[in-house]
């Protein structure tokens, strides 16, 4: 079992910036992926990050060249940078761990997320 907190949302401005981290209970360093997503009210819950065990990275087209994902596997916390934010990146933003398949069981986790509004 892997459990994920979530910190560092709040309310911003267009424009800002806001760095989320994710806090795992076990070692990440043999974890598939680690990734992020976003889910507003009214709206389908939407992949905006992914970082593989092998360090590459996925982004959705909106936030490209705006959001970084990275890793601390010594800690194991996962972050995202949130720079020029936009209204339309409002929502709550929850931590994925995408530990594969153990014992022909596929085994993912999901953080409570962390709310983020962008006011314009």
């Known amino acids: 079992q892997v459990q994920l907190a979530e910190s560092g949302g709040g309310l911003v401005q267009a424009g800002g910036s806001l760095r989320l981290s994710c806090a795992a209970s076990?070692?990440?360093?043999?974890?598939?992926?680690m990734g992020w997503y976003r889910q507003a009210p009214g709206k389908q819950r939407e992949l905006v990050a992914v970082?593989?065990?092998?360090?590459?990275?996925n982004y959705a087209d909106s936030v490209k060249g705006r959001f970084t994902i990275s890793r601390d596997n010594a800690n194991n916390m996962v972050y995202m940078q949130m720079n020029n934010l936009k209204p339309e990146d409002t929502g709550v933003y929850c931590c994925?761990?995408?530990?594969?398949?153990?014992?022909?069981?596929?085994?993912?986790?999901w953080g409570q997320g962390t709310q983020v509004t962008v006011s314009s």
């Open positions: 994925h761990a995408d530990l594969g398949t153990v014992l022909f069981q596929k085994l993912d986790y």
């Open positions: 076990k070692n990440i360093f043999n974890m598939n992926a």
């Open positions: 970082l593989s065990r092998g360090g590459n990275t």
